[in-house]
């Protein structure tokens, strides 16, 4: 009775150092290198839109361009200074499981993209929104 008793106590105990264990750890992002969230956007999405050339929106004018829903460019033009930031707009279709994540690179104004194309065959629309201090540098990369 006493063995079991400790037994549960050692796992009452051992159970939040799993679970903390479990938790994935976060990525320190930039503040200055943001995602704006497209969810509920009417973005254009490209058929044949490449991932590797997003479009760069450096005023109002060019996000009426590349965004022609005023609803969406309402919501943009509120998380965005264009006086001191730009915008990259990767829109492509491809597997549901692509992912598109950003690191910023130590020491530099320079931003890296990395997409990881999915494994599933269905085709979905894709639209990632990133805020960038102007005059930064960007390149993307392709992991497969």
Do not use: Y
Request: proline share 5%; with cysteine.
């Amino acid at each position: 009775m006493k063995t079991r008793l400790l037994a549960l106590a050692v796992c009452g105990l051992m159970l939040p150092l799993t679970a903390a264990a479990e938790k994935p750890k976060e990525e320190k992002k930039d503040a200055a290198i943001r995602e704006i969230d497209t969810k509920g956007l009417k973005l254009p999405i490209s058929r044949d839109g490449n991932v590797n050339k997003p479009t760069t929106i450096t005023s109002p004018e060019e996000l009426a361009k590349a965004v022609p829903d005023e609803e969406a460019q309402a919501k943009i033009k509120k998380e965005v200074d264009f006086a001191k930031q730009q915008l990259l707009l990767f829109s492509w279709s491809g597997s549901g499981g692509d992912k598109l994540s950003f690191a910023t690179v130590e020491g530099k104004n320079e931003v890296m993209f990395a997409f990881k194309k999915g494994l599933t065959l269905d085709l979905r629309a894709h639209a990632h929104l990133f805020v960038l201090p102007k005059g930064t540098a960007w390149k993307v990369a392709a992991q497969f």
